[in-house]
């Protein structure tokens, strides 16, 4: 028996590595999908057809649709993180350590409309219906993604509140409070419209660039920071 094992041992190890090997190549499909059409318009068997399998394998590897978001998320926030710890490496006064960081991720959100998309998705659900259909792995590399990319804009805070710039109470929940606030705001400079009163009871509508979301966004967190708000 003791022979056997080793044997054993390694067709498992080459079965993980080929099982590994190909949920990457799925969520590389997956990216690729997400990028080209948008997360609305990307199918499983789309996904399915570009690694060459049918859809019954995808599900052997995923629980759904919703785990592929979850897990595609974790890879554009993968390379969001890289952006912000370049952003915040800079250094600088507080405030322009700040501006630099949330500027990263308007530039970076912009940059990746499907990012938005999917963040946006997976934030309508309730933590129990994530748990539901994401398996905990999963949900875990998720968290991890978040607040890996969270860690620098609080951490960014915590420094100013030290250094005497900033008056925020609670730096984790401002952070995600302008993370979740973003998304919004990105969604709105995608759309480039504004809704208003041209006179009372008639709307009209106006433009806004990108620019200006991403300098409000800015202007909102410095604000927010110096004791703007009550996070």
């Known amino acids: 028996m003791s022979s056997r094992a080793p044997e054993t041992d390694g067709r498992r190890s080459a079965a993980a590595a080929r099982r590994r090997a190909r949920e990457a ?18 199918q499983i068997e789309d996904i399915a057809k570009a690694v060459g399998i049918n859809r019954a394998i995808v599900y052997r590897h995923f629980s ?19 952006a912000l710890e370049t952003a915040s490496a800079a250094g600088g006064p507080a405030d322009e350590r700040l501006a630099r960081i ?24 309730s933590g129990p219906e994530l748990l539901d259909e994401i398996s905990e792995s999963a949900l875990f590399r998720l968290g991890r993604g978040i607040s890996g990319c969270l860690s620098i804009l ?17 730096p984790t929940l401002l952070a995600n409070t302008l993370y979740a606030s973003g998304l919004g705001a990105l969604q709105l400079a995608r759309v480039g419209i504004l ?21 409000y966004l800015v202007v909102s967190a410095l ?6 708000g009550r996070a």
């Open 195 to 215: 809704v208003k009163e041209a006179a009372p009871g008639v709307p009209t509508v106006g433009e806004i660039s990108h620019d200006q979301v991403r300098d």
């Open 25 to 42: 190549e799925i969520l590389q499909a997956t990216r690729a999908l997400f990028d080209e059409r948008g997360v609305r318009d990307a």
């Open 154 to 170: 609080s951490g960014a805070l915590e420094d100013g509140v030290r250094a005497g710039d900033f008056t925020v109470s609670d």
């Open 102 to 125: 949330v500027g990263a991720f308007v530039d970076y959100a912009l940059a990746h409309p499907a990012f938005v998309d999917c963040a946006q998705a997976l934030m309508r659900r």
């Open 64 to 82: 759904g649709k919703e785990e592929l978001f979850a897990l595609t998320l974790v890879g554009y926030l993968e390379e969001m993180r890289g």
């Open 223 to 228: 604000a927010l920071a110096r004791g703007g």
